[in-house]
């Protein structure tokens, strides 16, 4: 008995079936009935005499065309036969979709780029690095093109200071090839730029087929000057821009590619004027606080002068009141003795004799106190006066330093030519050294 199937079991195994005998293929065929939904998928049917065959365009594969599909198109669809089982219907699941006619064009496309890239034209040890900031940039490009109002636009509000030379060409025609790679043959042969844009807007691609010729893809490769291109939009690829030493996905951002930005080096600029600026003032300040330090530690002869100056009239003062001190002592002896002779009613005569002979011996034991006071600090004096620099120079002494303002105190330090300066009581003078005697 044959075994009974449901329907969703039948529509699974047609569907297995369709998909393992038909692969991915390209068909040729109308557009009709085309539709684009709002989740930005697209159904639409290909036919032609004959027949016709339902077909989907997903959303992320129809996002890819550079081109509007419309009913009435000849298209050429890649795609793989399939069943879709909720309703049994027969259908193509198509995974990319050119204008028909378009197969040779994409064909001579990649045999080019295939041999183009065994010669090693695409390879990167072959390109060259952009200058960082061009003086003066080359456009070939058309005259009338809106890509050449983008660049000359972007290159004013980047860097206003770039020089532009335009070399016109034209970009879509049949002697456009030709005519291109003779505008870059010229820009070599001026040598007047820094760097050149190849650029031009988008378009289908028999439009940008000028810059899959392979006169124009040679003309780039032995170009003296580095060659950016813009070509088309973000999803266009051409010869050119392999062969280039960079691409750029439109001609604004080519130009970008090729320039500075201005206001971010002005703020650049800026920074680093203004860390510059602070470090100096850092550098000032920690110098200024270096100075003051010295200046507390430095101490002139003078001050110290001065200061034993101060100390010598201390002394004196208390000298002077330790004598007189002395004296009250003794006068205040004198008179308790005085005063216990007259309690004690003595020999008044020989006592006043005694008192006189004691008063001449004390006012001699005075007088010479006073004296070795005086003499003492006579001689304190004089110590202080020869520990005096100046002291010592006006009496015919001279400090003698080298060349490095070091003091010479043995002649081991010198030898015959060197010069040396001498401090004498006023002024110094320059010498130089005749010969030396060792001590």
Known sequence: MVPVISVSELNARARALIEAGLPLAW????ISNFTRAASGHCYFSLKDERAQVRCVLFRNRAQLLDWQPANGALVEVRAVATLYEARGDFQ??????????????????ERLKRNLEAEGLFALERKRPLPPFPRTVGVVTSTRAAALRDVLTTLRRRMSSIRVIVYPTPVQGEDAARQIAAALAVAGRRAEVDVLVLCRGGGSIEDLWSFNDEAVARAIATSPIPV????????????????????????TAAAELVSPDGAALLRRVNAVASALVRGSQRGLERRMLDLDGLARRLRHPGERLAQQRERLEQLRIRLRREGLRGLEERRRQVQELASRARRSQPDMGRLDERVRVSALRLARAMHARAADWRASIVQRSAALGHLNPQAVLERGYSIVRDAKGSVVRDTGALVPGDPVVLTLARGEADARIEGVRKP
Do not use: Q, Y
């Not at 821009?241 to 439109?250: G, I, L, Q």
């Open 27 to 30: 068909i040729g065929g109308e």
């Open 228 to 251: 950016v291109t813009g070509i088309g939009h973000e999803t266009d690829f051409t010869i050119a821009d392999f062969v280039a030493d960079a691409r750029a996905p439109t001609p």
């Open 92 to 109: 193509l699941n198509v995974e990319f979709m050119r204008r028909a006619g378009l197969g040779a064009l994409f064909e001579a496309f």
